[in-house]
């Protein structure tokens, strides 16, 4: 089997890379844009033909010079940010670069898989039904959302939604994030202070109908996420765009109790104030809507949240990498 990853050294995508070694699967052409961050270190140990910069591997796509005989393309490449405001990089880096990734892989019959985001669903006050005729009618809070939610209308409106497979990420964690910084999930990003002050921060609710720490996300971990990813790099005639998430949503304190449990500390949460620019776009609640993904014959057996939790942080402990 011949893949391309483009992201592959993100945290999602170098998760993948582990899953497809893992499945025998080396003939690999890795993409990336690495700078000056420590993505690289994710690459390690991965088995992989070659690895080409973000740039320069459109610029082959737009020249026709990538193997068509590839089988499949996994585009996990993006700007994640949830506070960058430049419009016109999202637009560039998000929404364009995966049109024409998306039309080089139609035209040379290429299967086509890639990464949209729950954050398309804004608030959630319309739910998260991943349905193609509510998905045209989603209004996200950010620009990261935003320009997710283009490529996803770019691609029902041509009438493409059916050729490719798309998965509409939900909160995602585990291995292999220590390079995000500030958008590490909350694990990783309190595990260090938990260990030494045995404490989590947690935001205050500014909703009356949600007390703090009572603010709700559907978690899931990355190795059931890159499990279902292999299911269609197995399955290229499952189509379509799909909700990846558990399925259940747990409170933020649930997360925080399973954390402590793990580490076999008391529970200690203080809980802070939200800034101020972000308090107007905070998601309260996500659950993702499976029913979609269920219809295409994912018989995943997902972990258990508090074990996924546990299992994580036998990770964190060693800063140990898939």
């Not at 993006?78 to 560039?92: E, G, L, M």
């Amino acid at each position: 089997m011949k893949v391309i990853v483009t992201g592959a050294a993100g945290f999602i995508g170098s998760c993948l890379l582990w899953k497809l070694n893992q499945q025998g699967v080396d003939d690999i052409l890795v993409v990336d844009n690495l700078g000056d961050s420590l993505k690289w270190r994710n690459l390690l140990g991965k088995r992989f033909h070659d690895y080409i910069e973000k740039d320069d591997f459109l610029n082959l796509v737009l020249e026709e010079k990538i193997d068509k005989r590839t089988d499949v393309i996994v585009h996990l490449g993006a700007c994640t940010s949830t506070v960058c405001t430049d419009a016109r990089y999202f637009i560039k880096n998000n929404y364009e670069y995966s049109k024409v990734l998306a039309e080089f892989a139609l035209k040379n019959k290429i299967s086509f898989i890639y990464a949209s985001s729950a954050a398309t669903y804004g608030s959630g006050k319309d739910g998260f039904s991943d349905e193609d005729k509510v998905s045209v009618t989603l209004t996200p809070l950010n620009m990261y959302g935003f320009s997710k939610q283009l490529f996803d209308l770019w691609l029902i409106n041509q009438g493409l939604q059916q050729k490719v497979a798309g998965f509409k990420f939900f909160n995602v964690f585990g291995p292999n994030e220590y390079h995000k910084g500030e958008m590490m999930s909350v694990i990783a990003k309190s595990f260090d202070k938990i260990v030494k002050e045995k404490k989590i921060r947690l935001f205050k609710s500014y909703r009356s109908d949600y007390a703090d720490g009572e603010q709700k996300r559907d978690f899931i971990y990355v190795k059931d996420a890159v499990d279902v990813l292999w299911h269609f790099i197995e399955h290229p005639k499952k189509t379509g765009i799909f909700n990846l998430g558990s399925g259940c949503a747990h409170t933020w304190n649930m997360l925080a109790q399973a954390i402590f449990s793990a580490l076999g500390l008391p529970t200690n949460i203080e809980y802070f104030d939200m800034p101020e620019a972000i308090r107007d776009k905070y998601q309260y609640y996500t659950q993702a809507d499976l029913s979609k993904l269920q219809k295409a014959e994912i018989n995943h057996h997902f972990f258990d949240f508090t074990e996924a939790v546990g299992d994580y942080v036998g990770y964190l402990k060693n800063h140990a990498y898939l």
